[in-house]
C-alpha cells in the first residue's frame, strides 16, 4: 500500500504563487517505478491532470492550461513530490490531489492511490 498526504495549499491573489506538496509513505516507490501525477477538480467539473513525473527518471509532463507556470518535481530523500505553482489565476481554483500509479498517463483510471487533496483559491 501506498499512503499519500498533500500540503500547501490556501487562498491566493492573482498573480501569486503556491507551492502544494504530496507525502508519500509505505512502498518503495523506486522498486516500482512508480509515476505521481497532479490533478484537480473544480466545483461541477472532472477531475482533469495537471502534471506528472517518472518517480525514477524524473521525466515530466504538463498540461497545456499550465505550462510554463506550474513545474512538478521529485525529493527522493524526502519521498516527496511538489508543484510550484506561479502566476495563478481564478481558473487554477481547485482541489488538488496527488496520485501515484505505474504509469505516466493522464486519465485518472490510470492512477491507483489518491491523497485526500488540498484546496487551492485563486481570488481575482
Known amino acids: 500500500q501506498v499512503q499519500l498526504a498533500e500540503s500547501g495549499g490556501g487562498l491566493v491573489q492573482a498573480g501569486g504563487s503556491l507551492r502544494l506538496s504530496c507525502a508519500a509513505s509505505?512502498?518503495?516507490?523506486?522498486?516500482?517505478?512508480?509515476?505521481m501525477g497532479w490533478f484537480r477538480q473544480a466545483p461541477g467539473k472532472e477531475r482533469e491532470f495537471v502534471a506528472g513525473?517518472?518517480?525514477?527518471?524524473?521525466?515530466?509532463h504538463y498540461a497545456d492550461p499550465v505550462k510554463g507556470r506550474f513545474t512538478i518535481s521529485r525529493d527522493h530523500a524526502k519521498n516527496t513530490v511538489y508543484l510550484q505553482m506561479n502566476s495563478l489565476k481564478p481558473d487554477d481554483t481547485a482541489v488538488y490531489y496527488c496520485?501515484?500509479?505505474?504509469?505516466?498517463?493522464?486519465?485518472?483510471?490510470?492512477?491507483?492511490?489518491w491523497g485526500q487533496g488540498t484546496q487551492v483559491t485563486v481570488s481575482s
Open positions: 496520485a501515484a500509479g505505474p504509469y505516466l498517463l493522464l486519465h485518472p483510471s490510470a492512477y491507483t492511490y
Open positions: 509505505g512502498r518503495t516507490f523506486s522498486s516500482y517505478a512508480y509515476a
Open positions: 513525473i517518472r518517480w525514477s527518471e524524473g521525466n515530466t
